[in-house]
């Protein structure tokens, strides 16, 4: 079963911190994804890594910026965050099951920043 | 891309099939269509791929016409659990590394 986790379930930061999101696949993907999810708004792609060290932006990477430096590994890093971006993340890889090539998502970190 | 349009919302009764149509005008010859269910406080999670015609799995059935402008997923005899966000996405084969997803179509069940 692929897996994909994320650091935290819920994190509470405050305006101005700097924020690390982590996220790790096992299944050895080259793609990985970070999403943020508000009400109405369905997933935006923030940014996503074809590969080690790889990253493209997706539509809203402002004020965001990520990290690959192993395959399984992408971070996601908020340098001072503010409270438009408190919102649900959500991490992913992309590869091939038996019959699909398809996402797997992990269980999403909620941010709230004060 | 080729974007993808669903309803917002739909509601439906335990036991009843419900079908969710996306429209995808745009979709080029190598897009494949791909369904995903989302519950809340989760991620999402796949239900369903296809190219043209029909495909079923243990979840679902998706229905393709020739045209390829639409979908239909549709859910027989939903349950209460079924109860989610479903997205359509339209995104080639290999290479689909910019997935979209749209705002999703919320199905309600009720008992």
């Known amino acids: 079963d692929v897996k994909v986790t994320q650091s935290s379930r819920y994190l509470v930061k405050r305006t101005g911190e700097k924020v690390f999101l982590e996220c790790v696949q096992d299944?050895?993907?080259?793609?990985m994804f970070w999403y943020r999810q508000d009400p109405g708004l369905g997933l935006r792609l923030i940014y996503f890594?074809?590969?080690?060290?790889?990253?493209e932006k997706g539509d809203i990477p402002e004020g965001y910026s990520v990290s690959r430096e192993k395959k399984e590994r992408f971070s996601l890093i908020l340098e001072s965050a503010s409270t438009n971006q408190t919102s649900m993340y959500l991490c992913a890889s992309y590869g091939s099951t038996e019959t699909y090539n398809e996402q797997f998502f992990g269980p999403g970190t909620r941010l709230t920043v004060l | 891309l080729a974007k993808t349009t669903q309803p917002i919302s739909m509601d439906s009764y335990e036991g009843q099939e419900v079908n969710i149509t996306c429209s995808h005008n745009n979709i080029a010859t190598n897009d494949y269509i791909t369904w995903y269910q989302q519950f809340p406080s989760q991620g999402p999670r796949f239900i369903i791929q296809g190219y043209k015609t029909k495909v079923t799995n243990e979840v679902a059935s998706l229905f393709i016409p020739a045209d390829r402008k639409s979908s239909t997923l549709s859910l027989p005899r939903v349950s209460l659990s079924d109860t989610a966000v479903y997205y359509c996405l339209v995104r080639p084969y290999t290479g689909g590394f910019k997935t979209i997803f749209g705002a999703g179509t919320r199905l309600f069940v009720k008992a």
């Open positions: 890594s074809y590969d080690v060290k790889m990253k």
């Open positions: 299944m050895d993907h080259e793609n």
